[in-house]
C-alpha cells in the first residue's frame, strides 16, 4: 500500500472518494483549485483530505507549498476537516527536516 492510500485510510476515507475524472474536472472553475495550473482540487471534503495528505509528496517549491497548505487549510475549515498538523509541515521546518536527514546520509556514507 502506498504512503498516501495509508494517509487516506487514516484521515477515514477511502481512495474512491477523493477520485476526479477528466471529465468532471474540467467542469470545476478555477476557484476551486488551490494549486497552480489546475492542480490540488479542494471542491469537497474528501479532496480536501487527499490535498492535504499528498501536498507533502510534491516537489513544488517551499513558497508554492506553503500557498497551497493555506489554501487547503482555510477549504478544511469550511468543510469540517480536521487538519492533523503533524501531517503538515511548513517549509521552513520542512527545509530543516531535509538538511537533518541529508547530514544523517552523510554520516552514514549513503549519499
Known amino acids: 500500500?502506498?504512503?498516501?492510500?495509508?494517509?487516506?485510510?487514516?484521515?477515514?476515507?477511502?481512495?474512491?472518494?477523493?477520485?476526479?475524472?477528466?471529465?468532471?474536472?474540467?467542469?470545476l472553475p478555477k476557484s476551486a483549485f488551490c494549486g497552480p495550473d489546475r492542480s490540488f482540487p479542494a471542491h469537497d471534503a474528501a479532496h480536501v483530505r487527499n490535498g492535504i495528505a499528498r501536498l507533502a509528496q510534491s516537489k513544488l517549491p517551499p513558497a508554492v507549498k506553503a500557498k497551497i497548505l493555506a489554501c487547503l487549510k482555510r477549504r478544511a475549515k469550511r468543510f469540517g476537516v480536521e487538519v492533523n498538523e503533524s501531517l503538515t509541515t511548513s517549509p521552513a521546518d520542512q527545509k530543516e527536516l531535509d538538511g537533518a536527514v541529508a547530514w544523517y546520509l552523510r554520516e552514514l556514507g549513503i549519499q
Open 1 to 27: 500500500m502506498e504512503e498516501w492510500e495509508t494517509i487516506a485510510e487514516y484521515e477515514g476515507y477511502s481512495v474512491e472518494e477523493a477520485k476526479l475524472s477528466y471529465a468532471a474536472r474540467k467542469e
